[in-house]
């Protein structure tokens, strides 16, 4: 297999980008492409030991930033490694590209008809899938793809999250569930009051409505929501799970007796941190594009690269682009 | 003062509301007037020590329920212990209500115009606002009155916002934020993208948008949202806090050495707990209608409705309905 990394993705680029991209191709020998500034990735492989392992650099004379605004740059930065990187999975030198830049640019360069990689055929808008990072790692769809959604978006985004969880993970038969503000029918903003008889017609295995409760200890395997709560939720997951981290670390250093408690717990702890961290459940995949991207966290480390490749690895072998593309053609949700 | 508590509102009704009443009775000093159904309230109150006490008691022949339909209701119980409590502060016999009981059926009875309060002049919407239950309470706005919004409502809900935070809370020229996936302008749906310069041009202290990170560490008094964003995110921040306290318990029963850390570090994890505490912050004030509402959590306990009506005593004292009123109509913000 051949996996395109983006060295000028993640907020601490190319460090973490070009380390991680070394762990993957270590682990899983897949010859891994590194795309950006050729200096600076050189640089870093100066300090890996990289022999044995199959890693190629191309060179991106560009690089997309944080801050770039995604419409803009598009067009204004076509020579960048996500341009570079993209065409290489269109003209079919790679299988997948790996990037933990700006989603919008990602997104939007995935989108061009000349180098990116288009839609898949009858898909009406691709949508980022991203697992949840409880014990239960339900999917979420759609993680800020599309900050505004039509209601007939919802129930493609259930087919792809579907085909993801079945193919890429293994769940026979998933449970689809929109997320809202109650379970009962009739709960919900219009989006989700009339996306719902649309799911209960599409022949998905479809459970009906969700709290975010419910949804994050197992109750439906993928859940569908409007990019915009989507990404909300997934942020103020993220921000109360480090919130109450910091708050914890300070209540036991209060007091000596609750340090002790706290250096005795340490490991337990350990656990709960890595159970819940971000970087194990590797990157967003872009699902409904024609290729295999998948978009990591800005502030990714090494091992949150390495994640996403073997997640983009297995994409690739269970060739989640064609499942979609068949999923798509034979059901009724198509444009 | 004089404040209604509805005995038929918390999921354990009449228990923890006729308990609550009482504790916010003895620790206030005011006249609490329970309203529900009289045989039940006075079986509760027979368990409790009420003497000296100012404790009214006044039936209700019907009970909304948590699984009721608001729309429904608001008719087809017009002698529900809301209809009745609500009407007791619109015909002034009382100056505040207070119920732990179904959202959307205290705010479509609130806004009835016979029996309800019904909408200050030129409010567009009345909105629910809820202290976020971290160190720095901040405020955010709607956390569920309006699953749908218009981009005109935000700078009225800021509006209201900062003159609670400013008036019942004392914080001098509140912060205002809309809630996003960014800080950038330009970031967010079409909601957030059009209400951003009607706030920038509102006469508010507006600081922009806010990620929920940033918002719930304080960067932010006042944060706007549409009630249905803010209801999951709301939902999504008390799930999460408690999957992580549940998981954190379980880490450290799994092994002796951390279980005995566990113990040594308990008031540690105590202090934590009650600082996170949906119960501490009260309830949920309605803002917009013309009288002084509060809505307590659905699982609120005998405390959490006592701090529900200390709420509501600040809003009496500070006369949170005329600065609305007053602000309404001063503002360029008014219907």
Not at 75 to 100: N, R
Not at 110 to 118: C, D, E, F, P
Not at 122 to 143: I, Q, S, Y
Request: aromatic content about 4%; proline content about 5%.
């Amino acid at each position: 297999m051949r996996i395109v990394v983006d060295a000028m993705g993640s907020d601490g680029h190319p460090g973490p980008d070009v380390a991680g991209a070394v762990l993957a191709a270590r682990e899983f020998g897949d010859t891994i492409i590194l795309v950006g500034d050729q200096a600076r990735i050189e640089a870093e492989l100066a300090g890996q030991d990289i022999t044995k392992l199959s890693l190629e650099v191309r060179h991106a004379a560009q690089a997309v930033n944080m801050t770039d605004k995604p419409s803009v740059v598009v067009k204004s930065k076509p020579d960048s490694s996500m341009h570079v990187g993209l065409s290489l999975v269109k003209s079919g030198e790679a299988d997948a590209f790996v990037s933990a830049g700006n989603t919008g640019a990602v997104l939007g360069i995935a989108m061009l008809r000349q180098v990116g990689l288009g839609r898949i055929p009858g898909v009406k808008r691709p949508a980022l899938g991203v697992m949840f990072p409880t014990r239960e790692r339900p999917f979420l769809v759609d993680n800020g793809a599309n900050a505004d959604c039509r209601p007939e978006y919802m129930p493609q985004f259930g087919l792809m999250g579907s085909l993801y969880m079945e193919q890429v993970v293994g769940i026979r038969n998933p449970r689809v569930a929109l997320v809202s503000n109650g379970e009962e029918e009739g709960k919900g903003n219009m989006l989700i009051k009339e996306a719902l008889p649309l799911l209960q017609a599409s022949g998905l295995n479809f459970i009906g409505n969700i709290e975010p409760k419910e949804f994050m200890r197992g109750a439906a395997d993928v859940a569908l929501t409007d990019g915009f709560t989507g990404n909300i939720m997934m942020k103020t997951a993220e921000a109360i799970a480090s919130y109450m981290s910091d708050l914890i670390r300070d209540e036991l250093m209060a007091n000596p007796l609750t340090a002790v408690g706290g250096l005795l717990a340490k490991s337990a702890f350990g656990r709960v941190r890595r159970l819940l961290d971000p970087h194990e459940v590797g990157g967003a995949p872009l699902l409904g594009v024609n290729g295999v991207v998948i978009i990591g966290h800005g502030r990714s480390n090494a091992y949150a690269i390495k994640q996403a490749v073997g997640q983009a690895r297995q994409m690739v072998a269970h060739n989640i682009v064609m499942a979609i593309t068949t999923g798509v053609a034979n059901s009724k949700l198509a444009e």
